[in-house]
């Protein structure tokens, strides 16, 4: 624990005393910026850029069609989704990256209620990130509205599963809170009432440590470019437990999730294994950066990484309990630890603008309506410092009431 009376300097040692510290020479991260929102867009590592130049020079200009075979190209997505698997205690051969989250929560979810037909329930947390729930009802209006999407508020998720609940689909750590469920009693809940699991991963790879077999959860899914640092856009992941992969194929049956591709059949017949899991061509440059984003997190201890996020969070609350105090900000991420993830959220009523003014400061967290400001702390290569830094902005916006300008208010289409 930090005592109550410190200094920049105190946390400066932190920064010293740190062994993460030197990764974060491994990211371009702009001068004069404390970038607090890895979670929505992790920034790029050092790589990324000579790779992807020798990804198009290299093998798409001079290799050529050649190169779905010579460079890799036809195994990037279990390539990569094997290096994911490691960051979440999957067995090769479990993950596979393709598509978006939101796709590949479509493909789980149909393999989810086929496999358990006489339930009618899919059941998720009100509070959950929409394009789950989006996707569920997509998926449930196709299906002839035989199922029915059943939302509850996250303390009520435990009492609400029975003996209809088809599948049981949370994220892990929420999008706008920050509260991390425990992954393992939940889906041991879930099994006990003969529900299949699904865990939203996206702000959890990378970030926080996750087993996903000793958890024995039966599907996941999860974003390239949040804590990955896969790029913009970058492609999702889809995780399903071996045990499940030959009892389902999914409905987005493209040709390069068939068994034989290029045996040019036409008759669908699914691959073996997560191989099933794709649909269409995927995007490799995408996929090139997507790989570098995963080696830079590969490269630390997962167990670092958590003491070091916790560090950070447990400073950035102190700090803000400290220094700005009677402004009305109100805490909405959980204090302890084991149901943190690795960001801070807070609640004010002038959210959005306090925001803009912290990013026209080059603080960049985010704003999540309807008033949470949220920063992302992301231990490969945010310093002590960079907090103290942080709420420092953040106090004297608040005192002097610098978000109390018209340019503040207004609202651009990414918040
Ligand atoms: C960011 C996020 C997504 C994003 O889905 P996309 O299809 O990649 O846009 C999905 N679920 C959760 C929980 C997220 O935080």
């Not at 929505?40 to 290299?58: F, N």
């Not at 009802?137 to 303390?155: F, N, P, W, Y």
């Not at 691959?271 to 794709?278: D, K």
């Not at 690795?342 to 925001?355: A, D, E, K, N, T």
């Amino acid at each position: 624990m930090i005592a109550t009376t410190f200094d920049r300097q105190t946390v400066a040692d932190m920064d010293a005393a740190d062994p993460l510290a030197p990764l974060r020479d491994r990211f371009t991260l702009p001068e004069g910026v404390v970038y607090l929102d890895g979670n929505s867009l992790g920034p790029v590592p050092k790589g990324t850029a000579e790779r992807l130049q020798q990804a198009v020079t290299q093998e798409w200009g001079e290799g050529l069609i050649r190169s779905w075979n010579a460079a890799g190209w036809i195994d990037l997505p279990r390539r990569v989704g094997d290096k994911i698997g490691r960051l979440i205690g999957a067995r090769p051969g479990e993950v596979v990256v393709a598509d978006s989250t939101s796709v590949n929560l479509f493909k789980v979810l149909s393999a989810a209620v086929k496999l358990n037909p006489d339930r009618r329930v899919i059941l998720s947390e009100r509070e959950n990130f929409p394009t789950d729930l989006y996707m569920a009802q997509g998926l449930i209006q196709l299906l002839g509205q035989q199922h029915e999407l059943r939302l509850v508020g996250a303390d009520e998720i435990v009492a609400a599963l029975d003996d209809d609940t088809a599948v049981l689909m949370l994220t892990h750590v929420n999008y706008r809170t920050g509260r991390m469920f425990d992954m393992a009693s939940i889906t041991a809940e879930a099994h006990a009432h003969g529900a299949l699991m699904l865990w939203d991963l996206a702000h959890s790879v990378g970030a926080v440590p996750v087993d996903v077999t000793a958890a024995q959860a039966d599907f996941a899914v999860g974003c390239g470019y949040k804590y990955l640092n896969g790029g913009p856009g970058a492609p999702a992941f889809v995780y399903v437990a071996e045990r499940h992969q030959p009892r389902f194929s999914q409905p987005l049956s493209g040709w390069l999730g068939h068994a034989q591709p290029f045996e040019f059949s036409p008759y669908y017949r699914p691959a073996e294994g997560i191989a099933r899991y794709l649909c269409g061509t995927q995007p490799v440059l995408s996929l090139t950066a997507l790989e570098c984003g995963v080696d830079s997190v590969l490269d630390a201890d997962m167990d670092l990484i958590r003491h070091k996020s916790l560090a950070l969070t447990d400073l950035f609350i102190q700090l803000v309990e400290d220094r700005c105090a009677g402004y009305g900000l109100e805490l909405v991420t959980p204090r302890e630890h084991e149901r943190r993830g690795s960001q801070v959220c807070l609640r004010h009523p002038q959210g959005y603008p306090i925001m803009q003014a912290l990013i026209s400061r080059g603080v960049i967290g985010d704003f999540r309506a309807p008033d949470i400001l949220r920063f992302g702390l992301a231990p490969l290569y945010l310093r002590y410092v960079d907090v103290w830094d942080a709420v420092a902005h953040l106090a004297d916006i608040l005192a002097t009431r610098a978000w109390d300008q018209p340019q503040f208010q207004q609202r651009a289409t990414v918040t």
